[in-house]
């Protein structure tokens, strides 16, 4: 079950790190966020054994963050 309340975090965080940019250049650039986030991810269930996040939220925001880039295109 994806969790709304962690989506809805992380969007916004990548949406404030992207402010300024057109939507295309603003889509790419929360993308390359997301991926730095994953890292994040992937280092602490390495390191610790789990993680803030579930890969299944971060899987449903890639989705959605190529949905929104292939409409804009």
């Given at each position: ?15 404030r ?14 993308d390359?966020?997301?991926?730095a986030?994953?890292l994040?991810?992937?280092?602490q ?5 789990f993680?803030?996040?579930?890969n299944?939220?971060?899987?449903y925001i890639?989705e ?10």
């Amino acid at each position: 079950m994806i969790n709304t309340k962690e989506i809805r975090k992380i969007l916004k965080v990548l949406l404030r790190k992207s402010k300024g940019l057109n939507r295309i250049e603003r889509i790419k650039e929360m993308d390359k966020g997301l991926i730095a986030l994953n890292l994040a991810v992937v280092r602490q269930k390495r390191d610790k054994g789990f993680s803030f996040v579930s890969n299944e939220t971060l899987d449903y925001i890639d989705e959605l963050l190529k949905r929104a880039l292939q409409a804009r295109v």
